[in-house]
């Protein structure tokens, strides 16, 4: 009663005061609120970047319930059902929870029928030329290592001056998107926020939201332009060889015999804004990830150097088939680094229908429709049913054991990207002498919401 008394006098007395405090009050409480959804972003940034929790609580799970179901929460941890999830793509689906973080329209990703998901996969692929496009990525990506690394002076921030710098190269020179405002740094920079939002969706109106949305909507417009332009000279000249950027290669399609209805310059400014998303600043965080924990293992960075240094001069004789067979060996120790601290540790999926997980076994259970499910790589990988020993860095193990790209009908498009960058990164860091991390707090792997921002290494 005594706040209706206060309220109604100053309505009367003070309309303007009043509306000035109502209006004062209602701003602190927004900021409030929006305060608290930042600290629980934040604290969701931590664990997806410092996995020790992680880690531990998954260990345990696995060894006392690792089919765990909270309410409308599907843990699993085991490597055999995390594989279920991600392989049965129509029973646990993804749209529903990545949609929100590619507000630039549908991807590949975010698409659940499976024959459309299909058929737009084959049409991405039809743009590739494997084989002429590794060799071609290799160069960008040699080229750029090899310029960066002459520039440092026994120092160099593998993020900022390496592997950003990297990524902007494979944008502009393979996928046909050149950076923003011909900045390097401001192209890593949004590069950076299409990859966070992806991963971890930040508060609506906080800082980081703006700042993506802002860089979405200048990445559209930069996308928008170079459609336009190529399309000018290039629509309807079908390819018949490798050549040009991803982008013209789909400009080249549009209206040619055969091309889906679905397939327009919208459907090409989606999928290339989502290239640069899903094969940017994740790139980045991936190799940065794989370089910190070689780093960890001094006795199998040493054995690495030793094959980088022979992959080296196999290339220089021009021994193919020596040069692949280390490339071979040389992935095997990135896979292995890359298991320590994969690029997402956790992968999310939905029920959209009642399902059966671990069928036949003691550990099948109901999963009703609208439960949320979360697959984790991080906890597969360290299955010791799948991955003998796995607290033991084994350059050894066989491909089947990792989950970095992954699995199923889902598998990442652009693997052959990242493979090929993170081993040309890796090759040219690893002929370096000495190379170690710097004692200081630049020395260890820096962050800014979920994506990578910095890590100094030094060498001789």
């Given amino acids: 009663m005594d706040t209706d008394i206060f309220e109604s006098t100053m309505r009367r007395e003070s309309p303007d005061r009043y509306f000035q405090f109502v209006s004062r009050l209602e701003r602190f409480i927004k900021a409030r609120r929006l305060a608290l959804r930042m600290q629980a972003y934040r604290v969701q940034c931590h664990f997806l970047c410092q996995l020790g929790l992680l880690k531990f609580l998954f260990s345990v799970l696995r060894r006392f319930r690792p089919v765990f179901i909270f309410r409308k929460l599907l843990i699993v941890t085991q490597a055999r059902e995390v594989r279920e999830v991600l392989e049965r793509f129509d029973d646990f689906t993804l749209g529903q929870s990545i ?21 737009e996969r084959k049409w991405l692929q039809s743009a590739v030329y494997l084989t002429a496009d590794a060799a071609r990525l290799r160069a960008i990506i040699d080229a750029r290592c090899q310029q960066q690394i002459a520039a440092a002076k026994y120092q160099i921030d593998i993020v900022s001056e390496l592997l950003e710098p990297v990524v902007v190269d494979i944008a502009d020179k393979y996928f046909g998107v050149p950076p923003l405002a011909g900045s390097t740094r401001d192209m890593a920079h949004a590069m950076r926020d299409l990859a966070g939002i992806i991963m971890v969706k930040p508060p609506v109106g906080s800082e980081p939201w703006s700042r993506s949305r802002s860089h979405i909507a200048k990445i559209t417009d930069l996308v928008l332009n170079e459609i336009s332009g190529a399309a000018s000279s290039a629509a309807g000249s079908y390819p018949t060889a490798p050549g040009g950027t991803l982008l013209t290669r789909f400009v080249q399609r549009l209206g040619t015999p055969g091309a889906p209805d679905w397939f327009d310059q919208d459907w090409i400014r989606r999928y290339l804004t989502g290239l640069l998303a ?3 600043a994740t790139i980045v965080r991936a190799a940065a990830g794989a370089i910190d924990q070689i780093l960890a293992h001094p006795d199998a960075l040493h054995e690495a150097r030793k094959v980088a240094i022979e992959l080296d001069q196999a290339m220089r004789r021009g021994d193919d088939e020596r040069t692949n067979t280390l490339r071979t060996t040389l992935r095997h120790f990135v896979h292995e680094a890359l298991r320590f601290r994969p690029m997402l540790p956790l992968l999310v999926r939905d029920t959209p229908r009642d399902s059966v997980i671990a069928y036949g076994t003691k550990k099948a259970r109901l999963v009703r429709a609208g439960t949320r499910v979360l697959a984790p790589p991080l906890s ?9 020993d796995p607290s033991s860095f084994d350059a050894n193990r066989p491909f089947d054991q990792y989950l970095h790209f992954g699995f199923g009908a889902r598998e990442c498009f652009g693997r052959y990207i990242a493979e090929i960058a993170l081993l040309e990164v890796f090759r040219s860091l690893l002929l370096l002498k000495g190379l170690s991390r710097t004692k200081d707090a630049k020395g260890q792997l820096q962050f800014d919401g979920p994506v990578a921002t910095g890590l100094v290494v030094t060498f001789q």
């Fill in 99 to 119: 949609e929100p973080g590619m507000p630039w329209g549908n991807f590949l990703m975010t698409v659940d029928w499976r024959q459309r998901h299909a058929e």
């Fill in 278 to 280: 899903t094969g940017g």
């Fill in 380 to 388: 597969a990988m360290f299955d010791r049913e799948a991955v003998p």
